[in-house]
């Protein structure tokens, strides 16, 4: 994949380096040429406007517990309300809301056994994954790369996650990127033929992150679901294509969008894009969402845009939004979330991966993992309480329940197991404050 570094020109008068923040395919990519293969796609019939549609979102936070649940509900609200266009130009309400359920059941618990803990918002479609084949892979760490196969792939992700229906839902990774590009992998003319439906978000594109000024306001996120739901670059194959310029067939397909010569990441909202294709008389856009400007620059989907975007919906992703089918196998909940990350107090890595823990310290590990006939349950912590130990299958279904009373000194609870078949499971510890922390093993 190309690789093109700009100069940020930032309002307040300096400057810095930074590199394109997208690695969805994008300018002369040759897999994106045929075009006829997203159109014989297109609806023959549309929806009536004044529907609310919600898509149901799973979110995977890897290796990074420092990300709240108040980020991820103001990342979720900066989606919903930038997705209002489709209301205000198409009249379709679209809502992005964290699913709860898989065909009734409980969300599957991400597991692999490189996995040290997971834990997930109660109830939520939202985990964050502790997992050593993120942290030690080479060079320095391993990424997630929508291209080439790598470890950890995005087939690593799919299994680790329980392989949940990508039809069903947005399932969107926050974690490493390679070389720190966010990505959809839902791109024309993928849109029906992916094999690995997801978003990619990089740490340095979060909400509030405090690597990548400029692109912290959530507006990244945005950005790759427009790529999720149809959209190309605004800058797409720049001039190239028919002479003169067609705006149907040529650039991002879109007759509201002036096609740019070349690419601007200019932090300056009020500078003009750069030139515009020879023959293009549309005024130029300064705030599109699918533009390379930082996030304060990036405001709008065109009307063009939100009508490509609605036909997607109800055709390429249809099953996103199937009423009621959809809605009762995921079971969407759009109240608000809040609160820290994994409530095992605030995390500080050492240069050792240590965890130091400021209050309440509470961890346990598994050993053998795999196991045989005795899994060893280890404890350490700084209360004295009553904890319950469950075995489950990675549906969530319970298989085996257990008490244990913890000590201030570190334990080991030696657990029979030679009864369970070979497989992979969860041990569940439920804490007498409700607290839940899953780890997999194997047999």
């Known amino acids: 994949m190309k690789k093109i570094l700009f100069s940020l020109l930032i ?11 997208c690695n969805t395919a994008h300018s002369t990519d040759q897999q994106l040429i045929d075009w006829t293969r997203y159109e014989s796609f297109l609806p023959k019939q549309k929806s009536a406007p004044g ?28 989606l919903n309300d930038e997705f209002s266009d489709l209301y205000s130009h198409m009249g379709f309400d679209v809502r992005f809301c964290l699913a709860t359920t898989e065909n009734r059941n409980p969300l599957p618990t991400p597991s692999n056994y490189t996995i ?8 939520r479609g939202l ?18 790369d929508p291209y080439a196969p790598g470890t950890p792939s995005i087939t690593y992700f799919d299994n680790a996650t329980g392989n949940l229906d990508h039809d069903r839902y947005l399932k969107i990774f926050i974690g490493p990127c390679d070389a720190s590009e966010s990505f959809s992998t839902i791109i024309p003319p993928y ?5 690995h439906k997801m978003i990619g978000l990089d740490i340095g594109h979060t909400i509030h992150n405090t690597i990548s000024p400029g692109l912290d306001d959530g507006k990244v996120l945005v950005h790759e679901v427009g790529h999720y739901m149809g959209m190309f670059h605004v800058f797409q194959n720049f001039c190239s294509g028919s002479t003169p310029y ?27 894009p750069p030139s515009m294709c020879a023959g293009f008389t549309y005024p130029a856009l300064r705030d599109n969402h699918m533009d390379y400007k930082l996030d304060p620059c990036r405001n709008n989907f065109t009307p063009d845009q939100c009508h490509i975007m609605v036909d997607n919906l109800q055709t390429i992703h249809s099953q996103l939004i199937k009423a ?14 809040n609160g820290d990350g994994p409530p095992l107090g605030k995390f500080k890595f050492t240069e050792n991966d240590e965890r130091l823990l400021k209050d309440d310290y509470f961890t346990v590990k598994l050993f053998p993992n795999p196991v045989h006939n005795t899994l060893n349950i280890s404890f350490n912590t700084t209360l004295e309480e009553e904890v319950t130990i469950q075995i489950t299958d990675l549906s969530g279904k319970v298989i085996d329940t257990h008490s244990l009373q913890t000590t201030t000194s570190e334990e080991v ?15 569940r510890v439920v804490r007498t404050n409700g607290e839940i922390e899953n780890i997999s093993f194997f047999k």
Request: hydrophobic share 35%; proline share 8%; aromatic share 14%.
């Open 11 to 21: 309002l307040f008068g300096f400057s810095l380096q930074a590199q394109e923040f």
């Open 127 to 144: 985990f964050w994954i502790e997992d050593e084949e993120f942290r030690n892979g080479a060079p320095n760490y391993p990424v997630l």
């Open 191 to 195: 849109l029906a033929t992916s094999t």
């Open 246 to 272: 067609n705006c149907a067939t040529d650039g991002d397909k879109i007759c509201d969008t002036p096609p740019y010569a070349s690419v601007s990441m200019n932090g300056n909202c009020s500078v003009d």
């Open 324 to 337: 009621p089918d959809n809605m009762d196998y995921t079971k969407p909940d759009c109240t608000k979330i």
């Open 116 to 123: 040290q803990w997971v834990y997930q918002y109660p109830d």
């Open 51 to 78: 529907q609310t549609w919600i898509v149901p979102v799973v979110i995977y936070i890897w290796n990074n517990p420092q990300i709240t649940a108040d980020d991820i509900q103001d990342q979720l609200q900066v």
């Open 413 to 427: 609870y030696p657990l029979k197991v030679e009864k369970l078949v070979s497989g992979a499971y969860i041990l």
